[in-house]
């Protein structure tokens, strides 16, 4: 069985069983298919989505007409935003990626519950506040580090959310095609794959039956002058 990288505080599995149990008796649990859109950006929110299983891609439109990759959000994790309780527009389109198990919860509920249950309340004010800084660093790396560290930032977001033990380094367990590379960084897929093979010449990372290892993190870190921000805010 292959080893988690990385252990990170997700939303779910902070609460405690019972809490687990009172929150799932509260939403509705329901099966997804590949390419199943649960919001759409510019929507008024209604729910937030808890994911058992499965992944839920976040991303914008730019204004080229472009889809840019902000979250790849999986197992444990929610799927909404903060505008749910202020009115405010949704900011991202969430679709599903591949087959997903999840339970949807609609707003008076969540509301309901946040009075009744601290713990509750509390596990979704830190998700909240994590997904934020998640993204405001994303879009940091991006504007600051141009796109070779916008490539770089990336593959350390991957490997903290889908990083697992491997002989050679870290390998990024879920498959990514150089187009969805692309996608999170707002670049060309030729960019990337000149990018990548230029990592690959100097050792820094390979590819193995389609999936990236990291064989050098360090060199990836060092780049970015990396500090010593947690790791639940360094996630893709």
Wanted: charged content about 25%; proline content about 1%.
């Amino acid at each position: 069985m292959e080893k988690k990288a990385v252990e990170m505080k997700r939303f779910f599995s902070e609460l405690s069983h019972n809490n687990q149990q009172i929150l799932l008796k509260s939403g509705t649990k329901m099966k997804a298919h590949e390419g199943t859109v649960l919001f759409v950006e510019g929507d008024q929110p209604e729910f937030v989505y808890l994911v058992l299983s499965g992944q839920v891609s976040l991303s914008k439109v730019t204004i080229d007409g472009k889809e840019f990759s902000v979250h790849l959000k999986q197992k444990d994790e929610l799927v909404g935003e903060v505008g749910l309780f202020n009115e405010m527009a949704i900011s991202v389109t969430a679709k599903v990626v591949g087959e997903a198990e999840l339970v949807r919860f609609e707003r008076t509920q969540i509301e309901h519950l946040f009075c009744q249950n601290g713990e509750i309340a509390m596990a979704f004010m830190k998700w909240f506040t994590r997904h934020t800084q998640s993204t405001q660093a994303k879009f940091r790396d991006l504007l600051l580090c141009g796109k070779t560290g916008a490539i770089y930032s990336t593959l350390i977001r991957f490997s903290n959310s889908y990083g697992v033990e491997h002989k050679k380094g870290i390998k990024i367990n879920v498959s990514l095609t150089n187009q969805d590379l692309a996608n999170f960084i707002g670049t060309s897929r030729e960019s990337v794959n000149r990018m990548l093979n230029d990592l690959k010449k100097d050792d820094v990372i390979q590819i193995e039956d389609g999936f990236i290892i990291i064989k050098n993190m360090q060199f990836l870190k060092d780049y970015l002058h990396c500090g010593d921000c947690p790791v639940e805010i360094c996630t893709i």
